[in-house]
């Protein structure tokens, strides 16, 4: 909780660290209500600092005993401030014994030591190791860490930290204990313990070198059956980063470990990597193709860590996208290899575009809009955003883009030639793409400095005569909080040609041969014409090829133009892209038809080509599926000057409905063709087709009454794994008819399964026929609490940001709720409570009358004491 008023912390202000840890020795007697942390560390002036006060963190722990050198300190000696332990005027060479004491069991922040289920876990990234331990808990402070672990027998028969176990054994009083040892030096963020009930899946794996290495997967004892593909995930990522890198696992033993109530998806923890539940269980039974998905890249993301986070890591939490953005590129690129084929990358990276466009657009766009490297923060931990990750994460595809996979393989080979053991910035790491590649990446700086999506402007001109085609390429970006005038981004973007055939045309640029049918053109200037050569005949663009930038793109497509791309991009990204333009163009119009009272009608043209779509066997299942699935009501709302949620919400059921009513036969013969018989597989191919075989199924049952009712009835009652299942009882619940009957059977069928009651909660909380009385009704069953954020997100999140059209209801109800909620939240879980305030961004962007209602609540929340500087940093930014 807040103690005294917010501090913002700037980049600027960055200063080296007074002292340097050497060896850091832990000892815990873990206890629930009373963990003793005995800490012996040893410490020298650091030479690059001018300061000889020796500072460390601590929060919500109480000193018991503080030792230097051998001798008791005296109160005098050292300064207790509310957040801090200072000594000043050390010694240059320090070893500090220091005994503190704190109660895991009432820590509901989910940071630091806590307790889930009747076990510890730890979560110290980023800054969670000061309510362990007094520490300079910085990651440019790195050290070598030795755990000793002590606790009862038989509650925590297992005793996990980082690196290798040196020994364990018994003690006296039924207690017991085990001995870690890391032998890499890292920063705090990275410490783990483990003390729990719990059994494990375990496979000695041999790496390329030959080296055999014990792979773990963690679990409790019920769920044993549920580890499989986390461990195949686990080792198809160790040999991945082998084969792509050349990065190898430099630990002896590697262990996962899945726990209930965790604040984010997993931790990369040296060697301990810490998972949400979410991201480790899964059997076709309870998990579902976007689970199994979820578990590959996280498992990925976690492991990736290892390189790049944990060997090179941040010099401060402004870098954080040094590690976050890196590791994402490297999970996106890893999940896409997985698949292998070059349509299922390009289904992996629609995805990917998607995301972007849904949660980090509107980031940028909004209060909280932050450069890639923030200049300033109040609260870390609101920074774990889709800006740093996700955004990030296009930042670092861009060199690749730019250099190609050789070139960028190059870069990361220097980037851990120069920095192995380090902590350092996003700098360092554009220096290495440039330096091995001899290029200028100087003006590249500016994704990381300037907050915003940069809009691409394009305009055409072919001239027949001189068979050339000109692309002007012009760019702009938005002010954003704290940030006007933006210069001009590097921007690659790139374009093919493609003929009045359908195919791409061969490209010159100025005369010179390309020698592919993709141009990569290097955007630098606010204006930029680029002229294609030799162009025999007035070609369609495709441009932003993979979408090759993280920009909007502006270029006065006409439908017949888009129609093209939609039949024929031989770039998969684009075409998906082309449809998207087609049903957004039209659900603008829909959705100012709806605010009107005007006839909605939509053209055949649009239902011709959606049919084409759907009835095309050339194209993967997956990639039908999403040409078919129109933005989402946020996307939609992006678009306008003034949201009017309910206006965007008909209109885009009217299309759903039109499209359903128009191409019910194609759909039902798509229903029953995208079949998968036999035993669950959770392959791309098969997850592709239960993907389209379900939309479909959706679709079919839009119309209130529909014949086909009896169709996901039967499959709801049938399924053999939970993609369908879910499927099926979502379309049900989305039919609008009763189905009170299928939610209490699916409940009672899969009580028992925590991350399935998640489910059960979730698609109710966004089934746009739940209202804020519905949801209050929910939170009264048992197997709600608050307490769990998985739980929480599943409900409150899933109403507040995938309901809008409730969320927004006229009265203002959903936004008292939300207050409501924010408020209690927040005295359990500052972390997910901060997470819940977003759900207001945007919020002047709506129609006055909810725009008023939205500040009042607001205003509710940044009134409400105490609160924490997480929440108090996200309100107080959307009111500025
Ligand atoms: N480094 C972790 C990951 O991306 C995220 C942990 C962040 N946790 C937090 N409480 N801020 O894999
Ligand atoms: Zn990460």
């Not at 832990?26 to 040893?42: E, H, M, Q, S």
């Not at 390429?473 to 006007?484: A, H, K, M, V």
């Not at 993709?518 to 007035?538: C, G, I, P």
């Not at 997100?793 to 209801?809: D, I, K, T, V, Y």
Request: glycine share 6%.
């Amino acid at each position: 909780m807040r103690t005294d008023s917010p501090q913002t912390i700037f980049r600027k202000d960055y200063t080296p660290p007074s002292y340097l840890v050497h060896t850091v020795e832990l000892g815990f007697d873990l206890d629930p209500a009373r963990t003793i942390v005995a800490n012996r560390v040893t410490l020298s002036r650091n030479p690059a600092s001018k300061s000889k006060d020796l500072v460390l963190h601590g929060e919500e722990i109480d000193l018991v005993a503080l030792r230097m050198n051998g001798k008791t300190l005296a109160p005098g000696q050292y300064v207790l401030g509310s957040h801090t332990l200072t000594i000043p005027k050390a010694p240059a060479e320090v070893t500090l014994e220091i005994e503190t004491l704190c109660a895991p069991e009432l820590n509901t922040t989910l940071s630091g030591l806590y307790v889930s289920n009747g076990s510890f876990y730890t979560q110290c990234e980023a800054e969670g190791f000061r309510r362990i331990t007094y520490f300079p808990d910085r990651p440019d402070v790195m050290a070598k860490y030795t755990v000793m672990l002590r606790a009862d027998k038989q509650r925590y028969p297992v005793l996990l930290s980082n690196g290798n176990l040196l020994e364990q054994g018994d003690l006296d009083g039924g207690r017991h204990y085990a001995k870690w040892e890391d032998p890499f030096k890292k920063p705090s963020y990275l410490f783990a313990l483990v003390a729990a009930r719990l059994v494990c899946q375990e496979e000695t794996y041999t790496l390329k070198s030959g080296r055999e290495v014990l792979l773990q997967v963690w679990v409790e004892e019920g769920n044993l059956d549920k580890t499989d593909y986390a461990m195949q995930s686990l080792k198809n990522s160790i040999r991945w980063d082998e084969e792509r890198f050349g990065l190898e696992l430099d630990l002896d033993r590697f262990m996962i470990v899945a726990v209930g109530d965790f604040n984010m998806g997993a931790m990369e923890n040296k060697g301990l990597n810490i998972f949400n539940t979410k991201f480790v269980l899964a059997n076709p039974r309870v998990a579902t193709d976007i689970d199994y998905a979820g578990i590959e890249a996280v498992v990925g993301h976690e492991y990736f860590h290892n390189w790049t986070g944990n060997r090179v890591t941040c010099r401060d939490w402004f870098q954080l996208s040094l590690k976050e953005g890196l590791t994402v590129f490297r999970d996106q690129e890893f999940s896409a290899d997985m698949i292998g084929t070059a349509s299922g990358r390009a289904v992996t990276r629609i995805d990917q575009v998607r995301t972007l466009r849904q949660a980090q657009f509107p980031e940028d766009a909004g209060p909280m809009a932050h450069p890639v490297r923030p200049d300033s923060f109040v609260e870390i931990n609101n920074f774990y955003t889709v800006t740093v990750y996700e955004k990030g994460a296009e930042v670092v595809r861009m060199y690749q883009t730019l250099l190609g996979r050789e070139g960028f393989r190059k870069g990361m080979d220097l980037y851990f030639q120069r920095h192995d053991e380090q902590a350092v910035q996003c700098d360092d790491f554009r220096a290495a793409m440039a330096d091995a590649n001899g290029r200028d990446l100087a003006q590249f700086e500016r994704w990381y400095s300037q907050a915003g999506t940069p809009v691409v402007t394009a305009s055409t001109r072919y001239d027949a005569a001189a068979q050339t085609y000109d692309i002007t390429l012009s760019q702009r970006c938005p002010d954003t909080p704290g940030q006007t005038g933006k210069l001009p981004f590097h921007i690659p973007v790139a374009v093919g040609l493609l003929g009045a055939d359908g195919k791409d045309m061969a490209l010159a640029l100025d005369g010179e041969v390309v020698g592919a049918t993709t141009a990569v053109l290097e955007l630098k200037e606010a204006e930029q014409t680029f002229r294609f050569t030799s162009v025999r005949e007035q070609p369609v663009p495709s441009i932003l090829r993979d979408f090759s930038a993280p920009v909007v793109l502006e270029y006065p497509y006409t439908d017949a133009e888009l129609l093209h791309l939609f039949r024929y991009d031989s770039d998969a990204v684009n075409r998906w892209e082309a449809g998207q333009r087609l049903a957004m163009a039209r659900l603008l119009k829909l959705t100012a038809a709806v605010a009107q009272g005007a006839t909605l009608a939509l053209d055949d043209t649009f239902i011709a080509a959606q049919r084409a779509v759907l009835v095309d066997e050339t194209l993967d299942a997956a990639f039908r599926e999403l040409a078919l699935v129109l933005p989402s009501e946020t996307i939609i709302a992006e678009q306008m000057e003034v949201v009017d949620p309910h206006a965007i919400h008909a209109a885009r059921q009217f299309m759903r409905r039109t499209i359903a009513r128009e191409l019910a036969p194609e759909l039902l013969a798509q229903y029953q063709a995208n079949q998968t018989p036999g035993p669950y597989s959770p392959d791309a191919q098969s997850a592709g087709k239960r993907g389209l075989k379900n939309l479909a199924l959706a679709y079919l049952l839009i119309d209130p009454g529909s014949a086909e009712l009896k169709l996901a009835q039967r499959q709801f009652e049938q399924a053999t794994n939970m993609t369908d299942r879910a499927a099926a009882l979502s379309a049900l619940i989305h039919s609008g008819e009763d189905v009170r009957a299928s939610l209490q059977s699916f409940y009672d069928d899969f009580a028992g399964e925590a991350l399935v009651v998640d489910k059960w909660f979730a698609m109710q909380g966004a089934a746009p026929n739940t209202d804020v009385a519905a949801v209050r009704k929910l939170m009264q069953h048992p197997a709600f609490t608050l307490k769990n954020p998985n739980r929480a997100r599943s409900l409150l999140f899933s109403f507040c940001n995938a309901n809008p059209s409730q969320f927004h209801a006229k009265d203002g109800s959903a936004y008292d709720f939300w207050a409501e909620h924010v408020i209690a939240l927040d005295a359990l879980n500052p972390q997910v409570a901060a997470r819940l305030a977003r759900s207001m961004d945007r919020w002047r962007r709506y129609a006055p009358a909810l725009q008023d209602q939205m500040r009042a609540a607001l205003e509710r929340v940044a009134r409400a004491a105490p609160l924490s500087n997480d929440v108090m940093e996200v309100v107080s930014k959307a009111l500025a």
